[in-house]
Antibody, heavy 121, light 107 residues
């Protein structure tokens, strides 16, 4: 069981970006996947979760409207997307899977390796 | 929003010490609390879920307790590999808020 994330990105303010998280070794459609941000020198922040089976998505109020979470169950991949990046989006982004199937009363047991996003002019 | 507050923010300890980290929730989260260990350059690692259940493969020197609004993570005898940052996380009511973290340093 693993989650493999796309590689590091260097972008300019105003650019768009879509990073990915591919699951393997388990039934991808049946486990919620979440995204977690860690800005330089700070702690972990939950951004949102998606259920790949039906694309049900829940966002943290702090990130609602700033990012888009999606998934393509046919290729076992979840995505985190920005339409217009800001310097303050510079951070490490992790995807992570819930421990058990279906329920939202769960936490994350399997984590991706992280994708570093740097936004600088 | 549910706020999670950890204490202390930094903890200095020696190998072999028993240490306790506290996490307080701003409202009742029942037992929906997890603890993670995070080291630089690595993904966070789940240690405890549902307040006191030890994740598979995690050493038994780690234990969790509490319910409602107050929770603790205890490491019974610190090992060199345990120096890291620890986060609590609540997962009640479609929210998955992390505490601000406790950095465990070598004294």
């Amino acid at each position: 069981v693993q989650l493999v994330q796309s590689g590091a990105e260097v972008k300019k303010p105003g650019d768009s970006l879509k990073i990915s998280c591919q699951g393997s070794g388990y039934s991808f459609s049946n486990y919620w996947i979440g995204w977690v941000r860690q800005m330089p020198g700070t702690g972990l922040e939950w951004m949102g979760i998606i259920y790949p089976g039906d694309a049900d998505t829940r966002y943290s109020p702090s990130f609602q409207g700033h990012v888009t979470i999606s998934a393509d169950k046919s290729i076992s991949t979840a995505y985190l997307q920005w339409s217009s990046l800001k310097a303050s989006d510079t951070a490490m982004y992790y995807c992570a899977r819930f421990r058990t199937m279906v329920t939202t009363l769960e936490t994350f047991d399997i984590w991706g390796q992280g994708t570093m996003v740097t936004v600088s002019s | 929003d549910i706020q999670m507050t950890q204490s202390p923010s930094t903890l200095s300890a020696s190998v072999g010490d028993r240490v306790t980290i506290t996490c307080r929730a701003s409202q009742n989260i029942r037992s929906w609390l997890a603890w993670f260990q995070h080291k630089p350059g690595q993904a966070p690692k789940l240690l405890i879920y549902k307040a006191s259940s030890l994740e598979s493969g995690v050493p038994s020197r780690f234990s969790g307790s509490g319910s409602g609004t107050e929770f603790t993570l205890t490491i019974s005898s610190l090992q060199p590999d345990d120096f890291a940052t620890y986060y609590c996380q609540q997962y009640d009511n479609y929210m998955y808020t992390f505490g601000q973290g406790t950095k465990l340093e070598i004294k």
